[in-house]
C-alpha cells in the first residue's frame, strides 16, 4: 500500500521524486524503489522523518510499537503524520509518537490502480491546508471520504479495507463454477470479471438500491431466483455479515496489541 500511494503521488505530481525518501530495512526492497521511481531511500526510519515534510506510517500492526520509540518526541512539530497502519488510533499514536498532528487513514488494495476507497480521519490540530494536502494524496488514489469520529476507521477496515478480499473469493467460486461446468479457465476469468465490474458500475452509475437490481435480474420461477433460493438457504447473507463484525473486532484488537 505504501508503493501504491508512492505511485499515485508521483502520476499526480504532489510531490516529485526527489522530494521523497522511502525507509524500508530491505535492501533489495530499497534498490528496486530506486530503481523504478527514482526517490531517495534510506535504512533508518529515523532519517526519513527528518528530511519530511509530511511522514507516511505503512507498516503492519505488530511492527508500530518499534516505529513509535523510534520517533518518538523527533517528528518536527508542524509536519503532520499519516497513518494507513490498520487498528492503530490517533490516541495510541499521539501518544506513541509524542506528536499532535495526525491523520489516520484506511486505503484498499484497489489504490494500486487509482480505484481505491480511503476513509480517513485527522487531530483537530492538522491544519485546513494540511488537511487539503491529505485528501489531496488521498484522492489520487481513487475515492476518499473523510469522518469526523475516529470510530468510523475500524468499521471502515471491516468493510472497504478487506472488502476486496470478500469480493475476491467470490470471484474465484464463480470462476470454479464456471471451469466446472465447462468453460476454459481464461474464458471463465474474462467472464466473471466483466460481470462483476459492470455489476458494480451499473450500481454506482444509477444509484438505484442492490436490492432494486437483484430484482430487475429475478425472473419468477428462473434460473436466478433457483440460484438465489440455495444462496439464502446456506446463510451467504448472514456470514457475511457475521465475517464484517469479525473484522471489525479484529481490528480493534490489533489497536491494543500495537501499543503494548
Known amino acids: 500500500m505504501g508503493e501504491a500511494m508512492l505511485k499515485s503521488i508521483l502520476k499526480e505530481n504532489i510531490a516529485s521524486p526527489g522530494e521523497i525518501i522511502v525507509s524500508d530495512v530491505n535492501p533489495n526492497r530499497r534498490s528496486t524503489l530506486e530503481s523504478l521511481y527514482n526517490v531517495r531511500t534510506s535504512a533508518h526510519n529515523l532519517e526519513a522523518a527528518e528530511q519530511g515534510d ?5 507498516v503492519k500492526p505488530q511492527a508500530m510499537p518499534g516505529v513509535m520509540a523510534e520517533l518518538k518526541g523527533k517528528i518536527p512539530s508542524n509536519n503532520p503524520v499519516i497513518s494507513i497502519v490498520a487498528g492503530v488510533n490517533t490516541a495510541v ?8 498532528l495526525i491523520v489516520r487513514a484506511m486505503p484498499n488494495t484497489p489504490a494500486q490502480i487509482g480505484a481505491g476507497m480511503t476513509v480517513w480521519t485527522a487531530t483537530h490540530e492538522v491544519s485546513a491546508i494540511q488537511k487539503g494536502t491529505a485528501e489531496a494524496i488521498f484522492s489520487s488514489l481513487g475515492k476518499e471520504l473523510y469522518v469526523n469520529d475516529e470510530k468510523f476507521l475500524d468499521m471502515a477496515t471491516a468493510i472497504s479495507g478487506s472488502g476486496p478480499a470478500y469480493i475476491f473469493l467470490v470471484i474465484e467460486a464463480l470462476i470454479d463454477a464456471a471451469v466446472h461446468m465447462g468453460f476454459t479457465r481464461d474464458t471463465a476469468t474474462d467472464m466473471v470479471s466483466q460481470t462483476v465490474l459492470g455489476s458494480a458500475m451499473l450500481m454506482s452509475k444509477t444509484g438505484k438500491h442492490p436490492a432494486e437490481l437483484r430484482n430487475m435480474v429475478t425472473s419468477p420461477g428462473g434460473t436466478t431466483a433457483e440460484a438465489l433460493l440455495k444462496l439464502e438457504a446456506g446463510g451467504l447473507r448472514g456470514l457475511i455479515m457475521q465475517a464484517v463484525v469479525a473484522a471489525y473486532d479484529k481490528s480493534k484488537k490489533l489497536g491494543d496489541v500495537s501499543h503494548k
Open 54 to 58: 509530511i511522514i507516511v506510517l505503512a
Open 93 to 100: 499514536l499521539r501518544t506513541g509518537l509524542d506528536h499532535t
